[in-house]
């Protein structure tokens, strides 16, 4: 008998069957062949949350949790933070490759072509409230822009895919700029072409009287962070726009559809939590007390354990590496002091190794953010810009899989059984 089989007996019926065994996994559907009796339909597996269940193939990112590693197309996370710039990262996730310089300068030409917003779209944002979250003007902004560009629905053209992924690209900064002034009362700053990618949304966003004195140190650390956020497997948003995108509506939309599941506290707002949690601990004095509290079961650790890394999460390494350059800069803040106490206790203590929750990459950015001057509930829109190469490359993958359909999970079904409609006057 072939190694590469899984052989299963059903117990109930004391039949053997022999499943194929590919790339370390099952096909569910080869499970409908385990049946008990005629019409029952064969044996569904039951997975809540996706915990051991693999919804696609991809060659767009490799997380080996156990080992701390993350890649994008097979480059280490570490040398693309160092060495790499965000739209050569977005570049390489869309294309497979990294880019020549010919072609990374024909696509920073494209993108800055079309960083420009129609004014409708101003309007449409200006139509929020001033107190309107920012998360909730990029989702609805995103997904207005299907109605501005009704070709993207061509998406079996694949010279159109490249033009909506470029808008994308170039658009959603604008957007996420104008939604940051909107909430202070400023009015919008235009792009700027004679600037690159980071340094015009930074501009957008902070430009005062049009002036703007950009801080080098400051915007590569943004960059690095948007890079360390580009991609990261199938997370919740991203199973979000492969769900959504399977049937088959314009990448816009798609998108928006990643930018609502980010915007849940348990996705995009995690470094908010533990910025909550620094300023309740308020002192390193008060850490012992809250350690003991968390031991017991009364409060979590935020910006600590993942659910893929079992170990060291490596984007967390790095980004401790620029907190030092931002903390160089802005001065340090308070809670970075509470918080490097709470790491080492952490590190330390059998308690949270053995469960082995190390810090992740939420641990630290909040702060980072806080320093470069963005509020808290603008962090999750700095994580969607991050995560938007990912998610248009996931959906142009999802799109060229043959073996993809529109998703449509199964279901075990624990209602109540047929019974008759009773008339309103009959019912209590």
Partial sequence: MAEDTLTVTDNRTGREYTLPITDGTIHATDLRQVSAEEGDGGLMSYDPAYLNTASCRSAITFIDGDRGILRYRGYPIEQLAEDATFLETAYLLLEGELPTATQLQAFEDEVRYHTYVHVNVQKFLEGFRYDAHPMGMLLGAVGALSTFYPDAKEIGDAENRHLQRVRLVAKMPTIAAFAFRHSRGLPYVLPRNDLDYIGNFVNMTFEIGGRHEPNPVLQRSLEILLILHADHEQNCSTSAVRSVGSSQVDPFSAVSAGIAALYGPLHGGANEAVLRMLDEIGDTKNIPAFIEQVKAGHGRLMGFGHR????????????????????????????????????????????FVSRKLYPNVDFYSGLIYQAMGYPTDYFTVLFALGRLPGWISQWEEHLSDPEQKISRPRQIYTGEGERPYVPRARRG
Avoid: C, H, M, W
């Avoid at 401790?320 to 802005?330: G, S, Y």
């Avoid at 790491?343 to 203590?349: F, K």
């Fill in 308 to 351: 893929v890394y079992k170990s060291y999460d490596p984007r967390a390494k790095l980004i401790k590496r620029v907190a030092d350059d931002v903390f160089e800069q802005t001065g340090l803040n308070p809670k970075l002091e509470i918080a490097l106490e709470l790491e080492r206790i952490a590190l330390e203590d059998e308690y």
